[in-house]
C-alpha cells in the first residue's frame, strides 16, 4: 500500500509541473498589462510603476517569472496580490466557501442520484425510470449559465426564496441556490449510471450463481450487487468532485461568493500568474488526493484490484 502511494505521487511531479508551467504560460501570453489595468484611469507614477514591476518579477522573462511562482509555493511565501491583500489571508477566507458550496453541491447530487438512480435500476421500465430518462436528458440538454441565471430570476427575485449573490445571510441559506443549481444539473449523469450499472449488475451470471446457491435477496443485494455496482459509481463521483473546483470559477462568479474560485477568476483577469499557479496547484493536489482515495476505495469495494 504505501509502496502504490508513493508511486503515484511521484508520477503526479512531473504531471503537475507541466500543467502549472501551462496554466502559467496562458496567463503570461495574455494582452496589457496587469498594473495598468489594476490602476483602471488613474495615472501611475513612473517610479511607482517601477517599483511594483520589480516586486512582482513582472520584467523578469517567462521562465523565471515561473520558477519564483513556484520557489514561493513550496516554501509557503506566498506574498500579496497585485492589490496589495496577503494571497494566505485570502486562502483562510476563502477555502471555507469553496468547501461549503462544494459539500452542499455534492450532498444535493449524490442523494438524488444514487436515489433515484438505484429505484430505477431495480424497477427498470416503470414510470420512475422512464421519467428519470426525460428529466436527465432534459438536465444534460441545459446549458449551466441558462440554469445559473434562469435560477437566480425566478428563485431569487421573482419568488424571494433564497438570496440573489453573495454570503450575507451564512451557510446554508446563502449557498443553497447555487448548491442545488449544481446538484441538480449533476445529478442526471450520476443516476442515468447509476441505474445502468444496477441493471449490468443484477443480470451479471455471479448474481445468477449466488441466488441459485439459495442466498437471500437481502445478501445479495448487499454482498454481491451493491458493491459491484457502485465500482463505476466511485470513479463517477472522484473525478465530479475533483473538478468542482473547475466549475466554482463559474458558479462563485455568478452568485457573487468569495471562494477560491472567484479568487481564481479575478487573478486571470488581471494575470497574475503567480495566484493563478498557486490555485492551479492546489486544485492538482486535491485532484490526486481525491483520486488516490478512489482507488483505495477501489480496493475495499473489490478485493480483486488491490494488487494490481
Given at each position: 500500500?504505501?509502496?502504490f502511494?508513493a508511486?503515484?505521487?511521484l508520477?503526479?511531479?512531473?504531471?503537475g509541473?507541466?500543467v502549472t508551467?501551462?496554466?502559467f504560460a496562458?496567463v503570461?501570453?495574455?494582452?496589457?498589462?496587469p498594473?495598468?489595468?489594476?490602476a483602471?484611469?488613474?495615472?501611475?507614477?513612473?517610479?511607482?510603476?517601477a517599483?511594483?514591476?520589480?516586486?512582482?518579477?513582472?520584467?523578469?522573462?517567462?521562465i523565471?517569472q515561473?520558477?519564483?511562482?513556484?520557489?514561493?509555493?513550496?516554501?509557503?511565501?506566498?506574498g500579496t496580490?497585485f492589490a496589495?491583500a496577503d494571497i494566505?489571508d485570502?486562502l483562510a477566507?476563502?477555502?471555507?466557501v469553496?468547501?461549503?458550496?462544494?459539500l452542499l453541491a455534492?450532498?444535493?447530487?449524490?442523494t438524488?442520484?444514487l436515489?433515484?438512480?438505484?429505484?430505477a435500476?431495480?424497477?427498470?421500465?416503470?414510470?420512475?425510470d422512464?421519467?428519470?430518462l426525460?428529466?436527465?436528458?432534459?438536465?444534460?440538454?441545459?446549458?449551466?449559465l441558462v440554469?445559473?441565471f434562469?435560477?437566480?430570476?425566478?428563485?431569487g427575485?421573482?419568488?424571494?426564496?433564497?438570496p440573489v449573490?453573495?454570503?450575507l445571510e451564512?451557510f446554508?441559506?446563502?449557498?443553497l441556490?447555487?448548491?442545488?443549481?449544481?446538484?441538480v444539473?449533476g445529478f442526471?449523469?450520476?443516476?442515468?449510471?447509476?441505474?445502468?450499472?444496477?441493471?449490468?449488475?443484477?443480470?451479471?451470471?455471479?448474481?445468477k450463481?449466488a441466488r441459485?446457491?439459495?442466498l437471500?435477496?437481502?445478501?445479495?443485494?448487499?454482498r454481491?450487487?451493491l458493491?459491484n455496482?457502485?465500482l463505476?459509481?466511485?470513479t463517477f463521483?472522484?473525478?465530479?468532485l475533483?473538478?468542482?473546483?473547475?466549475?466554482?470559477i463559474?458558479?462563485?462568479s455568478?452568485?457573487?461568493?468569495p471562494g477560491?474560485?472567484q479568487?481564481?477568476f479575478?487573478?486571470i483577469?488581471?494575470?497574475?500568474?503567480?495566484?493563478v499557479?498557486?490555485?492551479s496547484?492546489?486544485?492538482?493536489?486535491?485532484?490526486?488526493?481525491?483520486?488516490?482515495?478512489v482507488?483505495?476505495?477501489?480496493?475495499?469495494l473489490d478485493?480483486?484490484?488491490r494488487?494490481?
Amino acid at each position: 500500500m504505501i509502496r502504490f502511494v508513493a508511486r503515484r505521487f511521484l508520477t503526479a511531479i512531473p504531471i503537475g509541473l507541466i500543467v502549472t508551467l501551462g496554466v502559467f504560460a496562458l496567463v503570461f501570453a495574455m494582452p496589457g498589462d496587469p498594473l495598468r489595468e489594476l490602476a483602471g484611469d488613474k495615472p501611475i507614477p513612473a517610479a511607482v510603476l517601477a517599483a511594483k514591476r520589480a516586486q512582482f518579477h513582472l520584467d523578469d522573462p517567462f521562465i523565471v517569472q515561473y520558477l519564483l511562482s513556484m520557489k514561493d509555493i513550496l516554501t509557503g511565501n506566498f506574498g500579496t496580490t497585485f492589490a496589495g491583500a496577503d494571497i494566505r489571508d485570502q486562502l483562510a477566507l476563502r477555502i471555507p466557501v469553496t468547501l461549503k458550496l462544494t459539500l452542499l453541491a455534492n450532498a444535493f447530487q449524490w442523494t438524488l442520484g444514487l436515489f433515484f438512480g438505484i429505484y430505477a435500476g431495480f424497477k427498470r421500465n416503470g414510470l420512475i425510470d422512464k421519467s428519470l430518462l426525460l428529466a436527465t436528458l432534459v438536465l444534460l440538454a441545459v446549458p449551466g449559465l441558462v440554469a445559473y441565471f434562469a435560477a437566480q430570476y425566478v428563485f431569487g427575485v421573482e419568488l424571494k426564496w433564497f438570496p440573489v449573490s453573495g454570503v450575507l445571510e451564512g451557510f446554508p441559506r446563502s449557498y443553497l441556490l447555487p448548491a442545488m443549481v449544481i446538484g441538480v444539473l449533476g445529478f442526471a449523469g450520476l443516476a442515468r449510471l447509476m441505474r445502468t450499472s444496477i441493471v449490468e449488475t443484477v443480470t451479471a451470471d455471479f448474481v445468477k450463481t449466488a441466488r441459485a446457491k439459495g442466498l437471500g435477496e437481502q445478501r445479495v443485494l448487499w454482498r454481491h450487487i451493491l458493491p459491484n455496482a457502485l465500482l463505476p459509481i466511485v470513479t463517477f463521483i472522484g473525478i465530479d468532485l475533483a473538478g468542482m473546483f473547475g466549475g466554482a470559477i463559474i458558479t462563485e462568479s455568478i452568485f457573487n461568493l468569495p471562494g477560491l474560485g472567484q479568487f481564481m477568476f479575478q487573478a486571470i483577469k488581471l494575470k497574475e500568474g503567480g495566484v493563478v499557479v498557486l490555485l492551479s496547484t492546489l486544485a492538482f493536489i486535491s485532484f490526486i488526493l481525491i483520486n488516490l482515495l478512489v482507488d483505495l476505495l477501489y480496493g475495499v469495494l473489490d478485493p480483486r484490484v488491490r494488487n494490481v
